[in-house]
């Protein structure tokens, strides 16, 4: 197991940066076979291409073991239609073919689906139709395969798009009643899945199983005394398989919700919680289905966690502990609480991870107050930037467990800090095993972004993040143990001579990719003395991480 020393290249560089380059490069690949510590990452292959100051940025879809799909518009037009563009990669990021292709200009990109070998790019009209949507089929060799124009008769406000079977699930909201559509693409046909036209009711999760049927959760979001949250699950034609009403406490309001997908045979719902109305959370929940059952929705609270508090002084952890203690004791909700955005579930043989941030705000919320943006850009298979949500416009949408690509983020003067990355592990029935966490300094965004990610590999946590100064940081821990390691490296170059100058703080992220890698982007000015014609060059690039 090794991991690049980028220090210990970077101080060789600098001492021999008048030899030629051909020296270098043989320097180069020595020193990279030969250094090794006791880390279990590195970086393996990377991905560059210039960036002009008029250039878009890239929305990254992962294709799994197939790759990754590059997207974005270029400022190219053939009459009234604007030229998009996407980069296939392979799983070493060689580039593989680019595709141009031709929508309205006034057309905007809200979604994007991954499904079986095939890519889906789902656009809205601008401002004459906004029920109108466009959606584009490619297969993963880069070959269009068909378009759709899909004209909903309601006024129709999407929030989450999907594809199950044959049919694109299409959901959001009527007014302030949610709705699911089913499209057919073979005869064009939609239909209106019934039993969704409840008032008082938000759409906060939408899912495709692996069995071709699909998750929904409603949860009641009226003052009434006895709430519940709704679980539903349908086949890829609208016919209900299964249902199971769970009443919510009356002092807890249910937050965000996401639902495994069958890749176990149970079902689980996980999400967080908090006090009645409030934008910040208490906790988090799980919930194992069982229509046959009496079965209730289990609270945690953020200070009996064994690790969420282990970023604060002991002191200061001790004494929300001991409060929070006391409000339980007392029939109260615990006073603690914090912004958190939990992102996604993980099955496993043992049972289900979800994966959350917490983070901190501030500056004006001018974002908040506009009922068609989506200040999260977040959705199953892409972004929403037009997201409706009648019931939280300030708060949580329903988009909870994938990340919108890059380039789909709404901007606005919120300041957004992320300070921990959490994950928590819970068993077949929902029973809370662990939970570990990773600290995450100086990550600021201007909007509710994720930052971290993880993969579980040989009964380790191995949690990734880049830093605002471009620094991979890993922390490897074992779940059930005290041992930890924390690695510390630099996003590694493409040629020995090239120095790295800045990044912008702002853009790139890490993901967890397929199996054991995760891929790390972003945007940085680099310099080159060797290179007389570009000396200076933007770049946006992709590196892959391996965790051996």
């Given at each position: 197991?090794?991991?690049?020393?980028?220090?210990?290249?970077?101080?060789?560089?600098?001492?021999?940066?008048?030899?030629?380059?051909?020296?270098?490069?043989?320097?180069?690949?020595?020193?990279?076979?030969?250094?090794?510590?006791?880390?279990?990452?590195?970086?393996?292959?990377?991905?560059?291409?210039?960036?002009?100051?008029?250039?878009?940025?890239?929305?990254?879809?992962?294709?799994?073991?197939?790759?990754?799909?590059?997207?974005?518009?270029?400022?190219?037009?053939?009459?009234?239609?604007?030229?998009?563009?996407?980069?296939?990669?392979?799983?070493?990021?060689?580039?593989?073919?680019?595709?141009?292709?031709?929508?309205?200009?006034?057309?905007?990109?809200?979604?994007?689906?991954?499904?079986?070998?095939?890519?889906?790019?789902?656009?809205?009209?601008?401002?004459?139709?906004?029920?109108?949507?466009?959606?584009?089929?490619?297969?993963?060799?880069?070959?269009?395969?068909?378009?759709?124009?899909?004209?909903p008769e309601l006024d129709f406000?999407?929030?989450?798009?999907?594809?199950?079977?044959?049919?694109?699930?299409?959901?959001?909201?009527?007014?302030?009643?949610?709705?699911?559509?089913?499209?057919?693409?073979?005869?064009?046909?939609?239909?209106?899945?019934?039993?969704?036209?409840?008032?008082?009711?938000?759409?906060?999760?939408?899912?495709?199983?692996?069995?071709?049927?699909?998750?929904?959760?409603?949860?009641d979001r009226s003052t009434k005394?006895?709430?519940?949250?709704?679980?539903?699950?349908?086949?890829?034609?609208?016919?209900?398989?299964?249902?199971?009403?769970?009443?919510?406490?009356?002092?807890?309001?249910?937050?965000?919700?996401?639902?495994?997908?069958?890749?176990?045979?149970?079902?689980?719902?996980?999400?967080?919680?908090?006090?009645?109305?409030?934008?910040?959370?208490?906790?988090?929940?799980?919930?194992?289905?069982?229509?046959?059952?009496?079965?209730?929705?289990?609270?945690?609270?953020?200070?009996?966690?064994?690790?969420?508090?282990?970023?604060?002084?002991?002191?200061?952890?001790?004494?929300?502990?001991?409060?929070?203690?006391?409000?339980?004791?007392?029939?109260?909700?615990?006073?603690?609480?914090?912004?958190?955005?939990?992102?996604?579930?993980?099955?496993?043989?043992?049972?289900?991870?979800?994966?959350?941030?917490?983070?901190?705000?501030?500056?004006?919320?001018?974002?908040?107050?506009?009922?068609?943006?989506?200040?999260?850009?977040?959705?199953?298979?892409?972004?929403?930037?037009?997201?409706?949500?009648?019931?939280?416009?300030?708060?949580?949408?329903?988009?909870?467990?994938?990340?919108?690509?890059?380039?789909?983020?709404?901007?606005?003067?919120?300041?957004?800090?992320?300070?921990?990355?959490?994950?928590?592990?819970?068993?077949?029935?929902?029973?809370?095993?662990?939970?570990?966490?990773?600290?995450?300094?100086?990550?600021?965004?201007?909007?509710?972004?994720?930052?971290?990610?993880?993969?579980?590999?040989?009964?380790?946590?191995?949690?990734?993040?880049?830093?605002?100064?471009?620094?991979?940081?890993?922390?490897?821990?074992?779940?059930?143990?005290?041992?930890?390691?924390?690695?510390?490296?630099?996003?590694?170059?493409?040629?020995?001579?090239?120095?790295?100058?800045?990044?912008?703080?702002?853009?790139?992220?890490?993901?967890?990719?397929?199996?054991?890698?995760?891929?790390?982007?972003?945007?940085?000015?680099?310099?080159?003395?060797?290179?007389?014609?570009?000396?200076?060059?933007?770049?946006?690039?992709?590196?892959?991480?391996?965790?051996?």
């Amino acid at each position: 197991m090794s991991v690049i020393m980028n220090i210990t290249l970077q101080s060789l560089f600098c001492r021999i940066r008048k030899t030629q380059k051909i020296y270098l490069a043989i320097l180069f690949c020595i020193v990279f076979t030969t250094i090794e510590s006791d880390g279990q990452v590195i970086q393996t292959n990377r991905f560059e291409r210039k960036q002009k100051g008029s250039d878009d940025y890239y929305t990254i879809i992962s294709l799994k073991d197939e790759g990754l799909c590059l997207l974005r518009h270029k400022d190219k037009y053939n009459g009234n239609k604007r030229v998009w563009e996407f980069v296939l990669l392979d799983t070493a990021l060689a580039e593989k073919k680019t595709v141009e292709f031709e929508i309205e200009n006034r057309n905007n990109l809200v979604g994007y689906e991954y499904v079986s070998g095939f890519i889906y790019f789902l656009f809205r009209a601008g401002d004459t139709n906004k029920n109108m949507l466009f959606l584009v089929e490619f297969n993963v060799d880069g070959v269009e395969i068909s378009r759709h124009e899909i004209k909903p008769e309601l006024d129709f406000r999407l929030t989450h798009f999907i594809k199950v079977g044959s049919k694109m699930v299409l959901g959001g909201y009527v007014s302030k009643d949610p709705v699911i559509l089913l499209y057919e693409m073979n005869t064009n046909l939609i239909k209106v899945v019934p039993g969704f036209f409840q008032k008082e009711n938000e759409l906060v999760d939408l899912r495709g199983n692996v069995n071709n049927t699909f998750n929904t959760v409603l949860i009641d979001r009226s003052t009434k005394a006895e709430k519940k949250l709704i679980f539903r699950t349908f086949d890829e034609e609208g016919e209900m398989l299964l249902e199971d009403v769970v009443p919510i406490d009356d002092r807890k309001s249910l937050q965000t919700s996401i639902t495994s997908s069958l890749e176990r045979e149970e079902l689980m719902v996980l999400g967080s919680w908090g006090d009645r109305q409030s934008k910040q959370s208490v906790g988090f929940f799980s919930l194992m289905v069982d229509p046959f059952g009496d079965q209730k929705i289990n609270y945690f609270d953020f200070a009996s966690l064994n690790h969420y508090l282990d970023f604060m002084k002991p002191t200061r952890a001790r004494r929300i502990q001991e409060a929070s203690e006391r409000d339980i004791k007392a029939g109260r909700n615990p006073d603690f609480a914090n912004y958190v955005m939990p992102y996604k579930v993980e099955e496993h043989k043992e049972g289900f991870f979800m994966l959350a941030e917490v983070y901190e705000q501030s500056g004006a919320t001018n974002q908040f107050n506009n009922p068609y943006t989506n200040p999260y850009g977040m959705g199953y298979g892409g972004f929403y930037p037009y997201y409706y949500n009648p019931y939280y416009p300030g708060f949580y949408p329903s988009r909870m467990y994938n990340p919108y690509g890059y380039g789909g983020n709404v901007r606005n003067a919120e300041q957004i800090k992320t300070t921990q990355s959490v994950l928590l592990a819970f068993d077949s029935k929902g029973k809370l095993l662990w939970d570990q966490g990773m600290k995450v300094d100086e990550t600021t965004r201007q909007s509710i972004t994720q930052i971290s990610d993880f993969v579980y590999w040989k009964g380790e946590i191995v949690f990734v993040y880049k830093n605002k100064d471009a620094d991979i940081k890993v922390k490897i821990i074992e779940p059930l143990g005290d041992s930890s390691e924390d690695i510390s490296e630099k996003v590694r170059m493409r040629n020995p001579a090239d120095e790295f100058r800045s990044e912008r703080e702002q853009e790139g992220g890490v993901r967890s990719w397929y199996k054991n890698s995760f891929y790390v982007w972003g945007y940085q000015t680099i310099r080159n003395i060797n290179d007389r014609e570009d000396r200076v060059r933007d770049v946006f690039y992709i590196n892959k991480v391996v965790v051996n």
